[in-house]
């Protein structure tokens, strides 16, 4: 945890703002180098609708995992949150990204990417997997509300996948794990293939999410076309849980 108050002048990546202050510069100045520098008064407000409406997908993405590097360093940007709580209950909110994240508490996409109030939507259910009623959600949060950026988010020794690797059941959990019977049968591996083998858990989650991708640009016509007309990116992550980082997954 940083340790001290950072001033105007003292230059480190604490000063770097949160995903609405950050594009509060996006918005103003003329270089992204510039932009990752907002002014102290900036860093106080949620995002406005013109900051958010001024960020590309790319750039979206890029504050994204800017902000996980800040959380990585151990210099996440001090908020006010009252602030940021007042300015989104009054002016609305106006957040560039909706997350589809996993229940699991210790991978809060609002934490580990460094991100305040009014900055995205979250999307959790254990697994991250997708139904109709988050896409909906989905939908909601990018053609109605206006985020330029889909992450679906997995993680690192998921209890969920491992326990559908070993066929747990348990109430109405047994028909959310059953939807990663997909994954699980497109993961090759060899060696042990069962929940206590995080390697092999690991593998199988990072399927899923890639399965979550076809299937939210496949069940959703609106984000598809979102998506090919560049007004939003789809991406699949996955959170390392040892290290902090989100890694970017490749389509493939
Ligand atoms: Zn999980």
Avoid at 122 to 138: E, F, H, K
Avoid at 235 to 244: A, C, I, R
Wanted: proline share 3%.
């Amino acid at each position: 945890m940083q340790t001290h108050t950072h001033s105007e002048t003292c230059g480190c990546l604490g000063r770097r703002a949160t995903l609405g202050v950050a594009l509060a510069g996006l918005a103003s100045l003329a270089t992204p180098a510039a932009a990752e520098i907002p002014t102290r008064a900036a860093r106080k407000g949620a995002l406005t609708e013109a900051q958010r409406n001024a960020l590309t997908p790319d750039e979206t993405l890029r504050l994204v995992l800017e902000g996980n590097a800040r959380f990585v360093g151990g210099v996440r940007t001090p908020v006010d949150y009252l602030a940021q709580q007042r300015q989104s209950a009054t002016e609305g909110q106006h957040p560039a990204a909706v997350f589809l994240t996993c229940v699991d508490s210790r991978a809060p996409v609002e934490v580990i990417c460094d991100l305040g109030i009014g900055d995205a939507f979250n999307a959790r259910v254990a697994g991250n997997v997708v139904n109709d009623d988050i896409l909906g959600s989905m939908e909601f949060a990018t053609a109605a509300a206006g985020a330029k950026l889909v992450m679906v988010m997995g993680h690192t020794k998921c209890g969920a996948v491992a326990g559908a690797i070993d066929n747990v059941r348990l109430g109405n959990l047994t028909l959310l794990l059953a939807r990663f019977g997909n994954a699980i049968a497109a993961t090759p591996y060899e060696g042990d293939k069962s929940g206590k083998n995080y390697d092999y858990v690991d593998k199988v989650a990072a399927t899923q999410v890639r399965q979550t991708i076809t299937l939210i640009r496949e069940r959703s016509p609106v984000l598809r076309d979102l998506e090919q007309q560049g007004k939003i990116r789809i991406v699949g992550s996955m959170y390392d849980l040892k290290t902090g980082r989100v890694n970017l997954l490749s389509e493939a």
